[in-house]
């Protein structure tokens, strides 16, 4: 079976702790994306990675960091920079990055 | 940058009716592409249009791309319930170079009354 998959589903954690959240992909994809959206909301671009140990910062990225060393898997890290990391978060992957995008079935992250 | 616009932001229709979102970006597209994510979902590709003033129907979805490349519609006929959710219009600028790519709308909420 092709595609994206997160974990986990649900992720609770406390105040000032970091916390990876993993998205893996089958698709041979080149291109890939993190997105972070709040109820009600749009899709906000974290970062996006078009190849392999090559990433760029999206419009929110502030308090969150990623690492691409394989092409499957683009882990987000939500440290505790980040002031309001209660959010779903959506990673995407595409053949390049105007191409059709890829959703996995997302993370809801809640801090307590 | 660019901006791609949608509206309305919410709508709310009675089942059978009809319903039309709209799709407005600031740049020349090269495509358009229509996402829909179901609530508690993921965003799902519909549909992507290329061409100048292409019309694509899938089914009760009808789907319009602008004659500038700025602009595009997805109208549904005869709502379902099964029609609820964001729907999301996307686009990459017509040209550019760096950081060009897919650029979202902030979507349009359906709620189907049945």
């Known amino acids: 079976d092709g595609g994206i998959t997160q974990s986990p589903k649900y992720l609770f954690r406390k105040e000032g702790q970091n916390v990876t959240l993993s998205c893996e992909q089958n698709?041979?994809?080149?291109?890939m994306y993190w997105y972070r959206q709040d109820p009600g909301q749009g899709l906000r671009l974290i970062y996006y990675s078009q190849i392999v140990n090559d990433f760029q910062k999206g419009d929110i990225a502030e308090g969150y960091s990623v690492s691409r060393e394989k092409k499957e898997s683009f882990p987000l890290t939500v440290t505790s920079a980040q002031k309001n990391p209660t959010a779903f978060y959506l990673c995407a992957s595409s053949w390049g990055r105007t191409d059709t995008q890829y959703f996995g079935p997302g993370t809801r992250l809640t801090v307590l | 940058g660019q901006q791609v616009m949608q509206i309305p932001q919410y709508q709310h229709v009675q089942e059978g009716e009809d319903f039309t979102t709209y799709c407005n970006s600031s740049?020349?597209?090269?495509?358009i592409q229509w996402y829909k994510q179901r609530p508690g979902g993921h965003p799902v590709f519909l549909i992507q249009l290329v061409k100048s003033g292409e019309v694509k129907k899938q089914k009760r979805l009808t789907f319009q791309f602008g004659e500038a490349k700025k602009n595009s519609s997805l109208h549904i006929t005869a709502t379902q319930t099964t029609d609820v959710g964001t729907y999301f219009c996307a686009g990459p600028p017509y040209s550019g170079a760096g950081s060009y790519q897919l650029t979202f709308g902030k979507g349009t909420k359906l709620s189907v009354i049945p």
């Open positions: 740049t020349t597209l090269s495509n």
């Open positions: 698709l041979n994809h080149d291109a």
